[in-house]
């Protein structure tokens, strides 16, 4: 069965510091991968996506993620923190055998110390 | 554009009662879905349509249905409703199979 994991349930960084998202998956097929930010209360945000070609990406807010064939990771990345980027953030899930349904992992809430 | 829009955005049900939940887009996108949001659970898919007049069932369907009368709508109905329902439920729509989903502001339904 498909499958996503996020390790971390919840990390605190400091303004400014660099951060790092992990997330792990387990897909029977050629995968295509999303992260999305959610805010307290609000709906999901895409910040950037992988469906083929340079494995490096970059989206919104100034984040970038990987994709490792090889570690089945597609994990998210920021140089520096801000405040505002204090929110829970998903790693989904998708492949075109599979048709639109997406796997979400559990999340990682991401706090910001001033 | 409004892109896509639930309605209610809050949501108060005893046990046993029915309601449905409304989710509207406006972006000609063929694919819509319905997704429930727990804690520590991500989100988990509970129905999705490919287009007008065909649905599939996702992850968790159980307690729920759903139709797909046009594009632009896609309703999804408790007909009992049951504490385990409790949930933030999401709304999303994409152009296609290999696309990112646009996600609704979400409905927060609680059942007592």
């Known amino acids: 069965a498909q499958s996503v994991t996020q390790p971390d349930i919840h990390i605190t960084v400091s303004e400014g510091a660099s951060l790092e998202l992990r997330c792990n998956y387990s897909y029977g097929a050629t995968p295509y991968l999303f992260w999305y930010v959610q805010s307290p209360g609000q709906g999901l945000q895409l910040l950037l996506k992988y469906f083929s070609g340079d494995t490096l990406v970059q989206g919104i807010k100034g984040f970038e993620a990987e994709f490792k064939r090889s570690q089945s990771s597609f994990n998210l990345r920021k140089p520096s923190v801000h405040w505002s980027d204090a929110a829970e953030y998903f790693c989904?899930?998708?492949?075109?055998?599979?048709?639109?349904?997406?796997?979400f992992g559990a999340g990682t809430i991401l706090r910001v110390k001033s | 554009n409004a892109g896509v829009t639930q309605t209610p955005k809050f949501q108060v049900l005893k046990t046993g009662q029915s309601m449905t939940l409304q989710c509207a887009q406006d972006?000609?996108?063929?694919?819509m879905s319905w997704y429930r949001q727990d804690p520590g659970m991500g989100l988990r898919l509970i129905h999705y349509?490919?287009?007008?007049?065909?649905?599939d069932q996702g992850e968790v369907p159980n307690g729920y249905n759903v139709s797909r009368s046009t594009t632009e709508d896609f309703p999804l109905r408790l007909l009992s409703a049951a504490p385990s329902q409790t949930s933030v439920y999401f709304c999303?729509?994409?152009?296609?199979?290999?696309?990112?989903?646009?996600f609704g502001p979400g409905t927060r339904l609680t059942v007592t």
């Open positions: 999303a729509s994409s152009p296609g199979t290999v696309y990112e989903q646009y």
């Open positions: 972006m000609n996108h063929e694919y």
């Open positions: 989904a899930v998708g492949a075109a055998e599979y048709g639109n349904k997406l796997v």
């Open positions: 349509s490919v287009g007008a007049g065909i649905t």
